[in-house]
């Protein structure tokens, strides 16, 4: 985590050789002189410090160990010995020296030291595809030998070593033997055509041969991870790139635990600060080009021969401590940070400067000047000898761009995560930085908080969905009321087995688990198939799946430890809690669950009250002025008498009603009397109170029906079943049916193996008694094992709920089939296990062995049994409850005050709800509903301030969603759409008025200006319509567009966007940004048309006929002004009294769409609706340049004919034409009202505006 606001910090240590630096919002922290740094380690920590290998070191340790100075000094110094015997190239007697004086063919057993390194340096050579090599020395070999003359070159050192309390060794003369050979590479690539080009390869046909043969895979074979040999004689290791991190995890695996280790710049921390606080490092500003220059006159001043210089002499120190923090890194327990920079030995040559790295790929030296990549900071959870690798690896890059494209996958696909990066060039400066997506910046969330007052919440229900929420309120300044109809906490929550799904978390990248979004997308998709699974709430849902388990991870301390593949997922991603120490499974639910509530009891006592025995009976509500509802509080009854609590927002968190008679009577009658796995509690009651109210319901005949619920043989006729975990089947369990054959793949979608026990199975007997279908579940003994023992003994030896059998035939007699059909059965499945496919039922994944020999199985009776409902209550992505409206812009508007989480909302799962999916859902929702029930209290009505004023200042703004636009049009656009930052907020903006909206990619910040597309007046969120690709270049870098929002809409704001190679250089954010993402938003110029009154004014003059011209994207201020101009007369009287049918007709709106083909319009279904619905007052004429097969409509591009025709004329002085579209679409519609006679103040058109200044 990188910490911009350091005032008060208390620092462990420093790095000097990297540097950071931010784009337009990036904040630096306080000078270095204001940061204390090690003023509370005196009594915390033994401090050892020194120089090893020209390389300052500080080591500590608390003083709670009772380890003595001396002793850490020992371990130290025996460790630095061991580093300089193994693996120092500069120590003739090394064991990596060894190596590398072995002939072709000859095999060296590797010391364990050198093993690890070795192994480990091979895996990164393959994962960064050569970016970091340590087989890259023959090259430097090669120049030495090319070296024509003895170079004096000043130790950075030895002036210093007399003073230190640790004297240097003699490897110190390593600096001297490196600077050498790195003037001979300098002086040979000289020669050989050298450039600063990145793009420029030009080296000598012998570097480009050496560069062949000083690849990895050329060079070195390992065999068994223990023996090492050279595929040919010049092969050469040199370790450097990872030894400095590898000798820092040596000393902390040899010291207590607390402990800090820095050397040369990189750092490990082990255990939790003695203090209780993070571990804090600074990171100093690297030099710029002016500084190296006079620091390269100040080295030659003080004797050192060039053109190899060292920066770090008797001076340094003290320009140091002046010298600015760019950043402070904040470590945790086992966090690792290491640096690599550009300027830690320069070369100079013809006024330019070079770097000592070396391109692996290319063999050249790498130059020093404003556009390369100048420094790296990787900070990796795990060795600090991977970070020392990787940050090599990028500073190899050159480009900060592909750095970054290097660096991102290992965030999600490497066992010990890159935690966050920094990557920095001066030109701009520039950064890159690690980018979640999804994650809001913890500084721009605290800056957006500033702008509410504390709000009252209840949530009803005190299950995940529930505790999430109310914890999410409580930390954004909610006061919190907990109502819970039971008389404790955890609802179905509390009895959640399987997990929580969550792909790209930190536990999948120790496992080595490839997953990512559209596999996870993909699959909950196609689990829900016959019902809604709505594309912006499974976006949410993929999104903030790794925040939400990293949140119950970090922030409750909850050990989501063991990954599961489960039924109908492409990857293993189902999260859940290891054994205990006594070996005993923990239920994730409970445990979950308790933990939280525990959490609430201890640390927001003061913030969220929680109220058992207390049932919801009504929701208040009340009509506003503009007759829309709010939900003003609860009516609850508890003890037998009823009373109102009011709040500011109310959340929805019931949980389903998988027990309920009435709504499952009511929506799937064919499902009663049906087992159920649900406590008696899930009676749908927050279904109930949303529908009366008014939300809207969807998907409410999809109820899930778990395929394993458990048949207790003692109890069978019980209609509540215990659940047979999915992590069952996941461990290889089967199933067959009574005749003692396999009829399904086990991990196929729950739904699938649902109907297939329906279909294949025989109904229970229990004496003259029928019960439901039901299957017979066996485990082998390795399926058991996997599956864990301990939990094999709870549900066999205490629930009673598995059957012991010794061997098949003990099986057969006990399901009652025939034994040579179970063995054939058993021996089919082996067969299939063995090939990989099995052709009964295309199962492919066989978690365990299962044959017809297999002994010391288990089995037990399940049948299908009522889950999970997905149906439920209508939210949007932001949590916000929804009820149906008409209209031609949206079918649904938010119930101000409502939000809902969990599993009485619906439109996430669809016909079928994936395993490991509900805790997801309640998890993410929860979190979603809370911070937007606990933002309502907004301080000022309107996002934007002071919109009339010629400067304006740029908010942070949270994406919601982004939509498609049309059905069969508009496939080059999305709809974008943003949280304003409360739910009944506005977005303040005219009718007509753009945005500016900047964010940052690849360190660049990008810009463009956006018309949204929802109203003003709308509530809560704003909308823009845009195109996502490289070459829409208005005003360059920047896209003219306004909002498709009405300034009256609350609580959001819509912009519409290109998708395809038109769009310009934002959109590369528009496709790599997802829900939660922040974006920086502003009120800039544009239309400003007034509704008001029953009037419509422009320029302080009335309008009565309006006509609008757009090209491709300009028909997003067209979308604005027709909702609004629809609203208008809606208001003030019927349509067709209040227009004629002579060319005079009052408040007449008429549209000219233009685009260069089909894929370009977009809301073309809307447009002909409302022009069906107002025919005498709108109307809407299409063209396009390159017309699809059978277009019927205008072919071409828009003549002087078609504005006469189809829009207005002949021009009167109410009239005001708005034009939209490229500039030269504009220019050229201006051209042709001029030709008709209108007059300058009757049109307006939006290239022709200068843009709004705005300030930073």
Sequence with gaps: MMDHHTKGKILDGETRTSRIIGSVDFHFPPPSESLKCNEDDSNLFRIVSGIRCAMPFTVKVATSTKLKEEDIRDIVMHVFDEIESTLSNWNPSSEVNKVNMLKKGEIHEMSPMLREVVVASKEIVKITRGAFDPSIAPILAHYKMKASYPSAVHSETSSETGSSSVGASASDMDTSRRQRAIIEVWRELLVQGYSSDPKDVKVSKHVKRLLELSQWSSAFSVKDKKFISKKHDEACLDLSGIAKGFAIDEIAKRLPSPCYIEWGGDVKVVGSHPSGRPWHVAVLKPRSLCEIKRRVEASQMEGQVGPVFTLADKHLDEEDSSREYLAIIELNDGDSVATSGDCEKIISKDGKFYSHIISPKLGRLLEINETTLAQAVVVCQGPCMYADAFSTAAISQEVPSLARAMLEPFRTYFRFPLKDFLLYSRGGPRIIRLSIPGIEPKELREKRFQSHDAAKVIVIGSGLAGLSAAIEAADAKAKVLILEKELKTGGNSAKATSGINGWGTNTQAKLNIADDERLFERDTHRSGIGGLTHPSLVRALSTQSAPAVHWLQNKFRIPLDVV??????????????????????????????????????????????????????????????????????????????????????????????????????????????????????????????????????????????????????????????????????????????????????????????????????????????????????????????????????????????????????????????????????????????????????????????????????????????????????????????????????????????????????????????????????????????????????????????????????????????????????????????????????????????????????????????????????????????????????YHYNVLDFSPITRPDDEGLISILCRVDDKGGPITKIFKSIRPGSIMHMCAMGGLRLKFSNGKISFNGRQVKRIGLLAGGTGIAPMIQIIRAYSDHIRKYGDPAAATTTSSNQQHGLNLIFAAEEDNDLAYMKVLKNVQKDFPNDFRVYVKVNIPPLGWTDGVGFIEPQDVMTHLMYPPEKGDLVVICGPPVFDSAMVKVLRRLGFEPHQWFSYSEQDVVSAKD
Excluded at 655 to 682: E, H
Excluded at 805 to 819: F, H
Excluded at 872 to 882: D, F
Aim: hydrophobic share 35%.
């Design 564 to 1033: 599961s593949q489960l039924g109908g997922h492409s990857a293993r991603r189902t999260h859940r809690a290891p054994p205990d120490e006594h070996g005993s499974p923990v239920p994730i639910g409970h445990l979950i669950m308790s933990t939280m509530k525990a959490m609430i009891e201890k640390h927001y006592a003061d913030k969220i009250e929680i109220r058992c025995g207390s049932k919801v009976t009504r929701l208040l509500q009340k009509t506003c002025d503009d007759g829309l509802k709010i939900i003003t509080g609860v009516e609850v009854e508890c003890n037998g008498s009823c009373y109102e609590e009011f709040a500011d927002s109310v959340i929805l968190a019931t949980g389903g009603f998988g027990s309920d008679n009435g709504l499952m009577a009511r929506f799937r009658p064919d499902l009663l009397g049906v087992p159920t796995t649900n406590g008696k509690f899930a009676q749908g009651e927050g279904v109930l109170l949303g529908e009366t109210v008014g939300a809207h319901l969807i998907d409410m005949d999809k109820v899930q029906l778990h395929p394993t619920g458990f048949i207790n043989p003692k109890d069978p006729t019980n209609q509540t079943k215990s659940l047979a975990p999915e992590a069952i089947r996941g461990s290889g369990g089967i199933l067959v049916n009574s005749d003692g054959r396999r009829f399904v793949d086990e991990l196929d979608l729950r739904s699938v193996v649902t109907n297939a026990i329906l279909q294949n199975c025989s109904c229970y007997q229990d004496g003259n008694q029928e019960g439901p279908p039901f299957a017979w579940c066996i485990l082998s003994k390795s399926s058991q094992e996997i599956f864990g023992l301990p939990a094999i003994s709870f549900y066999k030896d205490k629930m009673g709920l598995f059957e012991h059998c010794a061997n098949v035939k003990e099986l057969s007699t006990l399901i009652g089939c025939d034994e040579s059909v179970l063995r054939q059965t058993l021996q089919d499945y082996s067969n299939a296990m063995k090939v990989g496919n099995c052709p009964l039922t295309r199962k492919h994944i066989f978690p365990a062995e299962l044959s017809e020999n297999s002994t010391d199985l288990i089995v037990a009776r399940i049948t299908p049994s009522i889950h999970y409902t997905m149906g439920g209550i209508s939210i949007n992505a932001a949590g916000e409850v929804q009820e149906t409206l008409t209209g031609h812009f949206g079918s649904h508007r938010h119930i101000r005050g409502l939000y809902a989480a969990g599993e009485v909302t619906g439109g996430v799962h669809g016909n079928n709800r994936l395993a490991g999916n509900s805790l997801l859902e309640c998890c993410v929702f929860g979190r979603i509903a809370g911070e937007r029930a606990a933002t309502v209290k907004q301080q000022h009505k309107s996002l934007f301030q002071n919109i009339d004023s010629t400067e304006s200042n740029w908010v942070p703004v949270v994406l919601r969603e982004v939509k498609n636009t049309d059905e069969k049009y508009g496939k080059n656009t999305l709809e974008v759409r943003f949280n304003l930052h409360g739910a009944l907020q506005h977005s303040g903006l005219d009718v007509g008025q753009f945005i500016g909206l900047r964010g940052d990619y690849d360190g660049e910040t990008l810009q463009g200006y956006f018309s949204p597309i929802t109203r003003p007046d709308d509530e809560g969120l704003i909308s823009i319509l845009c195109r996502v690709d490289d070459h829409h270049n």
